[in-house]
C-alpha cells in the first residue's frame, strides 16, 4: 500500500459529538436518529419529520438549529488537526441534513480546519453506508489506497474498506496519528 494521502473524516460521532451540556431532549433525538440513517433529499426528510413529529412548518428552521446545538467540536481531535493538516489533506464527510449541516459549519468554523468539506445531500451523493464512501471518493478523484477513512459507524467503515481505503474507527486523536504512521 502507498503512502497515506488524505484523511476522511465523518462529521458526527468522530468530528462533531454531543455537547456536554445536552439535556436529552426526546424531540430532538428521534429527530436526529432518523438523521443518522442519512438524508438524500433534505425537503422530503423535514416533510417527514413534520408530519412524524406533528409539527408545525414554521417549528422547523427553530428544530434545524437545536440539532445543530446538540453537538460541539470534539477538542481533543480538534487539537490534532493542525498536526494532521500539515502533511494531510482533510476531507470533512457527512450524511445528515443540509439544513443542519449548515448550521454546523457556521457554529463550528469546521471551513478554517480542513481542506474540502462535503454534504452528501447537497453534493448528490448517496448516503446509505454501502454507497457513501465509494461515491465520495470517486466526486474527489481520490485512489482508495490513498486514503484514511476515519469514521464511528461500522457499515460506513466496512464500505469504505471495501472500496480499498485504510480504515480507523475512530478512538482517540492518538490513534489517529499511530494510524497514519503504521500505514
Known amino acids: 500500500m502507498g503512502r497515506i494521502r488524505t ?9 462533531l459529538v454531543p455537547s456536554p451540556r445536552y439535556l436529552r431532549y426526546p424531540l430532538l433525538d428521534g ?10 433529499d433534505d425537503a422530503a426528510f423535514w416533510d417527514r419529520v413534520r408530519v412524524r413529529f406533528d409539527l408545525a412548518e414554521r417549528e422547523i428552521p427553530r428544530l434545524q438549529a ?14 490534532a488537526l493542525p ?11 457527512d450524511t445528515g441534513s443540509p439544513a443542519v449541516w449548515g448550521h454546523l459549519r457556521r457554529a463550528n468554523h469546521l471551513d478554517q480546519a480542513f481542506d474540502v468539506l462535503v454534504n452528501a445531500a447537497e453534493a448528490g451523493l448517496p448516503v446509505q453506508a454501502a454507497e457513501a464512501y465509494p461515491a465520495l471518493l470517486a466526486r474527489l478523484g481520490l485512489e482508495p489506497a490513498a486514503c484514511l477513512v476515519v469514521d464511528a459507524s461500522a457499515p460506513r467503515l466496512e464500505a469504505a474498506e ?8 475512530y478512538g482517540t486523536p492518538r490513534s489517529l496519528r499511530q494510524a497514519i504512521v503504521t500505514a
Open 31 to 40: 429527530i436526529d436518529e432518523l438523521m443518522a440513517r442519512g438524508v438524500a
Open 83 to 93: 498536526e494532521v493538516r500539515a502533511s494531510h489533506r482533510l476531507v470533512l464527510f
Open 7 to 15: 484523511v476522511i473524516l465523518h462529521s458526527t460521532g468522530v468530528v
Open 162 to 169: 471495501a472500496a480499498g481505503c485504510r480504515v480507523l474507527r
Open 66 to 79: 437545536d440539532l445543530a446545538g446538540k453537538y460541539r467540536r470534539d477538542l481533543r481531535l480538534w487539537s
